[in-house]
């Protein structure tokens, strides 16, 4: 996993994070598998790869894990 420090100043505490999708963003693939972006629905995904949906508005921080 890659540390980003200008999105993450602080050293993380997990490297999954719970996220919720804020809008409907069809399939994306991570190293997990597919993941169906449906909006509502929550997800626990690595700290990299939900970094970019974040800063783009598709999904949104729930917790840490």
Not at 12 to 23: G, W
Not at 35 to 56: F, G, K, N, T, Y
Request: hydrophobic fraction near 40%; charged fraction near 30%; charge should be neutral.
């Amino acid at each position: 996993m890659a540390l980003n420090l200008t999105q993450d100043p602080a050293p993380p505490k997990a490297p999954k994070l719970e996220v919720r999708v804020v809008r409907d963003a069809g399939t994306v693939y991570t190293r997990d598998g597919g993941v169906a972006l449906r909006a509502r629905s929550v997800h626990l995904m690595w700290r990299d790869e939900a970094q970019p949906l974040i800063a783009s508005g598709v999904l949104e921080k729930v917790s840490e894990e």
